[in-house]
């Protein structure tokens, strides 16, 4: 599947450098020790901006997902229908990403299954973070 290309800005690109890198990284706020994702310039949950960003093992389970019949993004119109997954990570299963699920058949997403993060490359060559099941 063909992917819409990311361009990064000042306050996620340590998150795409990373994944240019096939690493996962998170923001944590290290005063209040939580993460969180969206990256965001401070914590949502103390205010602070004392962020660093820290790695993930890359697992996690899908907690849902939804079949797209109708994409507006021309670049995805060519694989509908695909499934869009919602994965909760394994060190926080508040933190919570989307994935297409690569060489899940549509519809047939197994909920509660563990997966594991690869990275696809976008069609301007910047490397997004996807799941496959585990």
């Given at each position: 599947?063909?992917?819409?290309?990311?361009?990064?800005?000042?306050?996620?690109?340590?998150?795409?450098?990373?994944?240019?890198?096939?690493?996962?990284?998170?923001?944590?706020?290290?005063?209040?020790?939580?993460?969180?994702?969206?990256?965001?310039?401070?914590?949502?949950?103390?205010?602070?901006?004392?962020?660093?960003?820290?790695?993930?093992?890359?697992?996690?389970?899908?907690?849902?997902?939804?079949?797209?019949?109708?994409?507006?993004?021309?670049?995805?119109?060519?694989?509908?229908?695909?499934?869009?997954?919602?994965?909760?990570?394994?060190e926080?299963?508040?933190?919570?990403?989307?994935s297409?699920?690569?060489?899940?058949?549509?519809?047939?997403?197994?909920?509660?299954?563990?997966?594991?993060?690869?990275?696809?490359?976008?069609?301007?060559?910047?490397?997004?973070?996807?799941?496959?099941?585990?």
């Amino acid at each position: 599947m063909a992917k819409q290309g990311v361009i990064p800005d000042e306050l996620t690109q340590p998150f795409w450098d990373a994944a240019n890198e096939e690493r996962l990284v998170i923001q944590n706020c290290r005063p209040c020790n939580r993460l969180q994702h969206p990256p965001a310039p401070t914590c949502g949950q103390c205010g602070s901006g004392d962020l660093e960003w820290k790695e993930m093992s890359g697992r996690g389970k899908i907690y849902n997902y939804g079949v797209v019949y109708d994409c507006p993004v021309r670049l995805l119109q060519e694989d509908q229908p695909f499934n869009v997954a919602v994965i909760m990570l394994d060190e926080d299963p508040g933190i919570q990403m989307f994935s297409h699920l690569p060489g899940t058949p549509v519809d047939e997403v197994p909920v509660g299954a563990g997966v594991e993060v690869i990275f696809e490359t976008t069609a301007n060559g910047q490397k997004v973070p996807e799941w496959r099941v585990r």
